[in-house]
Structures are given as structure tokens and as C-alpha cells.
């Protein structure tokens, strides 16, 4: 059952030339990194936190991120850790009903190490409901597609939605995927604070762009510093969309010894927009083993 692009044509371009040049844009933007890609891929990056917004808004924070990936090894497998906007289905969920497709072809799922995945962990479970209409994973695909262009048959992908998981329940998926013994690239898909009263959050009335950014640096600081339990234990007090996936991508991280994360960009709709009445931060971060 091939599962069909949902939110192509409102989250990213839906023709194949547009969407390749609104890519390439994300790369040489204003906020993007300034350049393309280079052609080596000597690096060995684990694990990464990348937004998940409409790229008008946030793939230029989201490319700096794809940069150093296409720069690196490829792994055997792309876990994509995404949030669950609709409250759908279960706390942990993957997808194993077939591939994905997107305005660049089909995106292999690599349905044997999810399998392997369910069994070692019980808090997984396979099923679609969380899967049918989430953004969240699937505006990761494109770019995953773009930097593998050369490698497309080798690239695999699997999808994993969550919603607010427990500290040990982050812990528990970490385990599993790291027991399995696949090379493997972990990518929390999250935005960070959501400030406005359209996300009914506005714990502060001036210097909105200001108070934001220093805000959002404080959770990233806890990723880089790999503090996973404090970052989930903040989740009362903020309204970024992906804490349990940030959690599981530091836990699995931690496991192949990488002490700190790599911050690489951060800026919010309001810098795109000029509006910081509602605004919602990006940041970007990899995990590498030096």
C-alpha cells in the first residue's frame, strides 16, 4: 500500500522541478548555509534535529542540516522520528504497509528493521492511523531524496510518529535501535517554540524576537549538552512539538559515544515574515563521531 504525499503542494512544491529548485534555494538563501552540497562523504553523523515547517519558512534551517548529511556516510537506514500533530493513533507508532512517495518518486521503507523494531520494543507499534495525514515525516523525504540523488536505490527510510513519551519510553526505542546492529541516521523532526496567541503561549509581551530566540537557545543547549531527561521534564513549560523525539535521537546517540551536539542554525518565522505576534522557532543540530 503505497502511501501518497499528503502535504505536497501546501508544505513544499508539488511538481518535480519546482520542488528541486525550491530545494536548491533552501541551500543558497539568505539563512540557508550559502552553498550546495560538496561531493565527499567522508563524515559520520548519527543523529540530527531538523524543523519540519513549510520550507518557505523553515528549509533553509532545515538544509544545513542535509548539507553535512550529504556529506557523510550513508547509513543503512534513515529513522525518522517525527511528531504526532493530530493525536491519532498510538503513543509509538512506525509504518511498514508499504513505501512512501513524493513528487521525487518512491521513498523505500525499510520494512525489516522496522519488524525487528517492534519486536524489541513493545512500546512500537505498527500502524497507520498516526501516519495518514502527519506532516512531520514526510517533509523530510524530499530532502533526504535530493542529497541521495545518486545513491536513490540505496536509500531507506523508516517513519516513526510520537507523541509526549516518557523519558524511559524514549530510552526503551533508543535501546532497540541501537540493539538491532544497522548503521543507522536518527532525525528528531521538530519546531521549537511555538509563541502566540494563535498557540495560546505569550509569556512575554516585548522584544518578542529577542525573548524568543533566548528561549528556544535554552533548549537547544539541553540537546547539545545531550540532557534528554531535562528536556523532557521542560515540556510543561514549552511548546515545542518534538521533545520525545529530540530524547530518543540523544539516547541513541549517546550510545555510539558522541558527548555533545553540533548547533548549526536558528531563526524563526518572524525573521522570514517580520511578524513576531505568532512565531514559531527552527533550529538545527548533528550529531557527529569525530
Known amino acids: 500500500m503505497l502511501r501518497k504525499a499528503v502535504v505536497s503542494g501546501k508544505f513544499y512544491d508539488i511538481e518535480f522541478g519546482k520542488l528541486d529548485k525550491q530545494i536548491r534555494n533552501s541551500f543558497l538563501g539568505t539563512f540557508g548555509p550559502g552553498e550546495m552540497p560538496i561531493k565527499k562523504r567522508s563524515r ?4 540530527a534535529i531538523v524543523p519540519h515547517a513549510g520550507y518557505s519558512l523553515s528549509g533553509q534551517c532545515a538544509a544545513w542540516v542535509y548539507k553535512d548529511l550529504a556529506e557523510s556516510e550513508i547509513p543503512d537506514v534513515y529513522v525518522v522520528i517525527g511528531s504526532n500533530h493530530t493525536g491519532e493513533g498510538p503513543e509509538m507508532s512506525t509504518y511498514l504497509f508499504g513505501d512512501w512517495e513524493t513528487p521525487f518518486g518512491i521513498v523505500k521503507i525499510d520494512t525489516e528493521f522496522g519488524k525487528e523494531l517492534v519486536k524489541k520494543c513493545p512500546d512500537l507499534a505498527n500502524e497507520s492511523t498516526a501516519h495518514i495525514s502527519e506532516h512531520s515525516v514526510e517533509v523530510q523525504l524530499p530532502f533526504l531524496q535530493f542529497i541521495n540523488k ?9 517513519p516513526i510518529v510520537v507523541k509526549d513519551c516518557s523519558h524511559d519510553a524514549c530510552c526503551r526505542l533508543a535501546d532497540a535501535i541501537t540493539d538491532i546492529g544497522k548503521k543507522v541516521c536518527v532525525i528528531a523532526s521538530t519546531d521549537l517554540t511555538h509563541y502566540g496567541p494563535a498557540y ?6 516585548h522584544a518578542k524576537k529577542d525573548n524568543l ?4 537557545k535554552q533548549f537547544l543547549n539541553l540537546a547539545a549538552n545531550m540532557d534528554s531527561k531535562e528536556l523532557i521534564k521542560t ?11 529530540m530524547a530518543m535521537v540523544i539516547e541513541v546517540c549517546k550510545y555510539y559515544g ?10 524563526s518565522s518572524g525573521d522570514i515574515t517580520e511578524d513576531f505576534n505568532n512565531a ?9 563521531k569525530k
Open 213 to 216: 530566540a533566548k528561549l528556544d
Open 280 to 288: 514559531v522557532g527552527y533550529g538545527s543540530m548533528i550529531f557527529e
Open 200 to 205: 495560546n503561549y505569550v509569556p512575554f509581551l
Open 235 to 245: 515540556r510543561s513549560k514549552n511548546t515545542i512539538c518534538g521533545t520525545s523525539a
Open 258 to 267: 558522541i558527548k555533545r551536539g553540533n548547533f548549526l542554525r536558528y531563526y
Open 44 to 47: 559520520k553523523i548519527y543523529g
Open 150 to 158: 545518486e545513491n536513490l536505490r540505496d536509500l531507506k527510510v523508516l
